[in-house]
């Protein structure tokens, strides 16, 4: 069987996945792939503990963190809905989605 | 959860993940990330969160890669031109998520490691009894299964009802906003985007 | 409210109303300022005969502390006051004439409306603070004054000179206030306390008397006025030498004179002596200087010099002299000698101011010469103003004050002392430097176009210079109804009941007597028939002619001075303010800003890596750095 450590390094692999792909890839669509991977290993971890660490009254899993995981998905959603508009109108705009370009904030 | 199944569907994600983030493709990237989260969705099932894992499927691997493969033909991409990455970004790439993962490793290191327990499906039935009366999550547990949403749905709509109410309204006004987004853009909007 | 405030309200009104309606017409304008003069000196005169007691406001109260704005009518300053306003009407009414094609006529006149209110403010004051302010406010009216034909290079540095000079003086005076303040109490006059001897009040008292360095011209603040004649002589008359001039003696006599019978203990110490030996160095000083001076304006203004030497040297000596049946007759003489040197000093200006104004505005006393012939009525007066200050005995004013100050300048037992020695004489070059004046300007024959062309002035100029010259006989006696003198009763020595023994006024009668008739006699034996000064070129009286280059010597030390702290404020403002201060922090923060402008790229991916790198940092501090 499969212990805590080990899912929380799985977790922990995708994650840091995830950041190295946000600070290399210059399309931003793929940047933003890369976020959903991080939150989803979020996810995996709340999931984990949540089935680790069971409610000492029932001993079934907490499902406060699984409630967690359903909000962080909700939030998702919409995140992923209104930065795929934002970058839509941002290539309308600019014709261009790459990170490299969009340099308007440089000080 | 099997180990012999957590290998396999650990290696599927994190194979996904880093299929993400090599391939230049935005489509094949996509797709990975597809990969990704199905072997993370079986991860939440063998973690006893069938619902989560199914959510997981319908949302990520389904309306979210939906929407990105959608965005990806509207905006008629092609892969990255091969420009060269600076080099020390790329060092950076590699070594700031290495730190990360040795800190993780030393976190886990000097904690003490568990093991699931078995559930206790029977014994936990009695708490789901409601004045004796049996319940259907009851029912369930006393049948050997867990009823996850049935549980999950209990919490959502008593103690996380006014957070459920709040996501509601979230989801609400990200739809106004995404309209408003991508309404062609009056002049006056489109203008400073220009400059 | 009451009456009295008119005093101050009439010129201040008169300078507002010129300034602000009658610029453009100038006649109005001196009609204006005449009639206020005229008002004020027949309030004085009102005055002088009743009790008043004028109202006092609370300017600004902090804590348990009052600034008072009020002021004082006692003996001392309703005579002032008629000196004042006195010498103020004659010098407006000689400047209608004086002043008549002036092409800013009006602005002379505002300037002497607040010159007469400044003035009378200072008079008047009944507290330090109120004091300060307007002896500040006729350093002010004396800026604007001799500046007034600021077209000329040279009265408009002399303006900025007596301006900036006094600055020094009235730095002291303010801390001396201050001190006093602590010492005494309270800053009002009625209200102060005698504070015990020691250093402080030494310190106190000769702060306070720096404020009198500046504003009466002691050495070695005396530079200012010599230069100070560059204004029109009128005013010179006024400022100085009746009136502001001597503000610094009737400040400190004011000073003795609040503290009642025991006010000369202020001076009974070594700040008394130090005063009475810069009194006594300005008029030697002065007295030698002016014996080679050929600017009429100037010899008056170095003689002018001299008596105040004499009067804050009388007024250091009070402590020495001590109190004598509720008198003291040293301080006292010279506030006498101030009131008497006030009528016939202003006489003299004015007649010089006669002079200049008959000979087209030529001030060398070498190039007039024979006036005696063309200006009858002119040369009587300033012959009276010229008898006056040598202290011919028994006929004129000033040799009583002068007589009382000589007596207080020997010791109790009748000895005389260095004081008297070089008072007396000063007392011989009074009358040497004045006979040579009178002698090369109104005798012999005219050496130059302008003095041969002289002719009597107009009346209107004459009649001041005729009341002056009858005040320059009597003020020292009761006249016309009004007792002067009596109003000085703290101040008229005669009036104290104080008799020394006669073996001490046989030595200063004889003394003054002998200075006098060798002054004058010598003088007419060098001067008499000459066109040049035959002690020109004597180098002893180059040395006199040049002021003993103590200007040269001022603007040697301020240059030194000024560059040597120029070079250390360089020194701390270029590398310790500008280089470490001011460069450091801006500098700093430039750089910082530089670094923190360079994560600031703009690009996406830089600030992924950065956030990735500050959620390393902080599970690191988190996590593995607090165990």
Redesign the interface.
Known sequence: ??????????S??????????V?????I??V???L??ML?AA??TL??F???H?DP?????D??G??M???V??????????G???????????QT??VEDLTTMRG | ???LA??LF?AI??AG??C??TFRS?VT??MS?VV??LG?AA??V????F??GV??VL??AG??MV??IF??M??D?NS?ER?K?CPA??V???L??????C??????QS?E?????A???T??AA??ELDGKETKISQSLKGGD?PDVH??GE??FT??NF?LQV?GV??L???I??VS??KK?SDRT?KP??Q | MNEAWFLLIFPLASAVLIQLRFKRTPNIAAAISVTSVLLTLLLSIIFSHTVVEPATFNWASIGDFNLQIGLQMDGLSKGMMLVVTGVGALVHIFSLAYMKDDESKARYFCGLSIFMFSMTGIVLANNFVMMFIFWELVGFSSYLLIGHWYQKDSAAEAAKKAFLVNRIGDFGFLIGILMLWTLAGSLVFDDMTLPAQGPLLTAAVLLVFCGALGKSAQFPLHVWLPDAMEGPTPVSALIHAATMVAAGVYMLFRLQFSFGHEGWQLFANNAGEIIAWVGVITSLLAALMATQQDDIKKVLAYSTLSQLGYMIMAIGLAGHSGDHGGHNMAGESGMFHLYTHAWFKALLFLGSGAIIYACHHEQNIWKMGGLAKRMKATTLTFAIGTLALMAVPYLVSGFYSKEEILLSTLTAEGEPTPFFLIAAFVAFLTPFYMTRLFVVTFFGKARSHGAEEAKEVNNLMLLPLLILSILAIASAFRFGGIDVPALFQAIDPRAGGHHPDSRAVGLVMGTSFAALLGGVGLAFFLYKGRDTDPLANNALFKIFRNKFYLDELYLKLVRVFQDCVAAIIHFFDEFIINGLLVGGLSRSAAGLGNLFRRMQSGNL??YS?LF??G??LV??LT??FTR
Do not use: W
């Open positions: 069987m499969a212990t805590l450590h080990e899912y929380l390094f799985v922990g692999l995708l994650f840091a996945i995830g950041l190295a792909g600070i290399v890839r210059r399309n669509i793929v933003f792939m890369c959903e991977m989803s996810n995996l999931v984990a949540s089935r680790f069971t009254a029932t001993g079934l899993p499902y406060n699984q409630m995981v359903f909000f998905i909700t939030v998702a959603a919409a995140e992923v809905a209104v795929l508009a934002i970058i839509v109108a941002l290539y309308r705009a600019r989605i790459n | 959860m099997h180990s957590f290998y650990s994600a994190v993940a880093v993400l983030v935005p990237s996509a990330m990704s989260f993370l991860l939440f063998g973690l006893n969160a619902f989560v959510i997981q949302v990520y309306a979210i929407l990105f965005i990806i509207l905006l991409l990255e420009s990455t970004l790329l950076a790439s590699l700031i998520p290495a730190l990360f993962m800190q993780l490793l030393g976190v886990l904690t490691n568990e093991s699931p327990k559930l206790p499906l014994t936990a708490h789901f867990l549980l999950l919490k959502l103690r996380y957070p996501v979230l989801l006004v990200a739809t906003g995404v987004l991508s853009g489109a985007a220009d | 991916q830089v890596l990735g790198g959620i390393l599970i690191y996590v593995f």
